[in-house]
């Protein structure tokens, strides 16, 4: 058998070359490795906060694919959801401890653009410099059915994402 029909077999076999996540290189299937807003499993990270009113908060930071059932549930509870960081009265973060009292704050990020690839085969840019800015990223990826993906990254001329290098 010559090397190539070997190559083609394990190709077959094992499917393409996966992503590795962890590499600094943004490959498909990852929205982003390495970067700032990236989580250790290659998905960029969400902040939400949901104030339960008064001096009341509680805050979490999850992927954009999980924000959503956050969110569901604070507006559920007659909360209200932002793109913010839960802080104490001193202005120290509170996420995932629960419910504190204090408030939801608008924090700054590291600048970047997040990529949304629509399943129409266009693509749109958001610049993002705040967690108000994250959260308001045109792109229907955490709510169920999800039928968009998101990259760190710009949207090139055939209205395909493409990531950060």
């Known amino acids: ?19 590795k996540c962890g590499d600094g290189k943004i490959e498909k299937g990852e929205e982003c490795d390495g970067q700032p807003l990236c989580t250790k ?3 960029i990270m969400a902040i939400l906060c949901c104030s339960a009113g008064g001096s009341m908060c509680m805050g979490v930071n999850e992927t954009l694919h999980d924000i959503y059932w956050f969110a569901k549930g604070c507006f559920e509870e007659g909360g209200t959801g932002s793109g913010a960081v839960c802080t104490d009265e001193s202005g120290h973060s509170e ?3 629960g419910a504190v009292t204090g408030h939801c704050r608008d924090v700054p990020l590291p ?5 949304c690839q629509h399943a129409n085969s266009t693509c749109s840019v958001s610049r993002v410099n705040s967690t108000a800015s994250l959260a308001a990223v045109d792109c ?11 990259v760190l990254g710009s949207c090139g001329p055939a209205g395909l994402c493409v990531p950060l290098s």
């Open 1 to 19: 058998m010559s090397r190539l029909c070997l190559l083609a077999s394990a190709v077959l076999l094992f499917g393409a070359v996966q992503a």
């Open 41 to 43: 499993d290659c998905k």
């Open 95 to 97: 996420q995932g401890k």
């Open 111 to 115: 600048p970047t653009t997040v990529c």
């Open 140 to 150: 229907a990826v955490s709510m169920p059915p999800s039928t968009d993906t998101v």
